[in-house]
């Protein structure tokens, strides 16, 4: 570089160009230059250093839904099927629900708490996503197990809550149709505990057969009585319209190309609220900030730092 320097500049000329040249001050600038920009790449990545510890308060009601697994639930009077529509349409509540104890009661002739009431929305849709009608031991439907095992989860939410001041509501979604005995006794007992009981009816009046499977899904035939007669399978509303207006609820129906999901959602809105959670957590802090400013100074400082000094 000095020799290519020395053939079109002469020492005395190249002295008098660089007349004034601060060489420090020089490498100051670029030195500001480079660590100005190095300091606003690491800022857009985002570093966290360190824990922010922050409240979080979630105020809702405690919700069951217990979903109708019975045989009948195959239908495909509802597209796709009976089944597969509620479980769609809990899906949407979930996604709409904001601070709300969510649990989910599978039932048909025996009941079983899927899954405790709770928070965490994505751990209660993988217990919604594996619900399926073969997974029960039984293929008829029975209210009363699914009202006693909802007061049984009811009576363990208190204990862990026992400030709460949130309404319970009992969501069922089934077919209406009831193949055990009086339901009465159960639901009195859930409305001795101040729950309400909402129903969501899914299928038509028309009904239709209830389609078999076999293990890989193919249709193998239709579900047929002791006699041999192929099944039709019929929306019960009042059974539960019956269930609604005793559990001092509503009913909603679902029928095909409609929902009756956004419908309870409005309704739930309207009841009290409690507050579920008021916890401190720990999480990384944001640390980009002091390095963009940082960064910007030593920006602003290598473009007015001077290199040449006065003579």
């Known amino acids: 570089m000095s020799q290519q320097r020395e053939e079109y500049f002469g020492k005395e000329l190249f002295q008098k160009l660089r007349t004034g040249f601060w060489p ?3 490498r100051i600038r670029q030195l500001s230059l480079y660590v100005g920009l190095t300091l606003l790449i690491i800022a857009a990545a985002g570093p966290k250093i ?3 510890v922050r409240e979080v308060k979630r105020q809702g009601v405690d919700l069951l839904v217990a979903l109708d697994l019975s045989a009948s639930m195959n239908a495909e009077d509802v597209k796709p099927s009976r089944l597969e529509k509620a479980k769609y ?9 904001e601070g709300d104890r969510v649990g989910l009661i599978v039932f048909t002739g025996e009941a079983y708490l899927q899954s405790p009431m709770t928070l965490d929305y994505s751990a209660l849709r993988m217990f919604l996503n594996i619900a399926e009608t073969n997974q029960m031991p039984s293929s008829s439907t029975d209210f009363s197990a699914a009202m006693e095992t909802a007061a049984e989860a009811f ?3 208190e204990e862990s809550e026992s400030e709460n001041q949130a ?4 969501l069922i979604i089934s077919d209406g149709e009831n193949h055990g005995d009086s339901y009465d006794a159960s639901l009195q007992a859930l409305r001795e505990e101040n729950v309400s009981i909402y129903t ?3 299928g038509t009046e028309a009904g239709t057969n209830i389609p078999l499977y076999d293990e890989s899904g193919s249709l193998i035939g239709y579900k047929r009585n002791s006699e041999g ?3 039709t399978t019929q929306l019960q509303t009042d059974v539960l319209q019956d269930i609604a207006n005793e559990g001092n609820g509503e009913y909603y129906e679902i029928r095909s190309g409609s929902s009756g999901i956004d419908a309870f959602l409005g309704r739930l809105d309207e009841l009290q609220q409690g507050e579920f959670a008021s916890q401190e957590y720990a999480d990384y802090k944001n640390q980009y900030q002091w390095l963009t400013g940082i960064g ?4 602003l400082l290598g473009m007015i730092f001077p290199y040449y000094k006065s003579s």
């Not at 910007?296 to 920006?299: I, K, P, S």
Request: net charge negative; glycine share 12%.
């Open 155 to 157: 009576s363990d939410g």
């Open 89 to 97: 349409e809990i899906d949407r509540l979930i996604e709409k629900l």
């Open 200 to 202: 969501l009816g899914l």
């Open 229 to 231: 007669q192929v099944i």
């Open 24 to 26: 420090l001050g020089n």
């Open 167 to 170: 309404s319970k509501v009992l």
């Open 296 to 299: 910007l100074a030593f920006l």
């Open 50 to 52: 360190g824990t922010e």
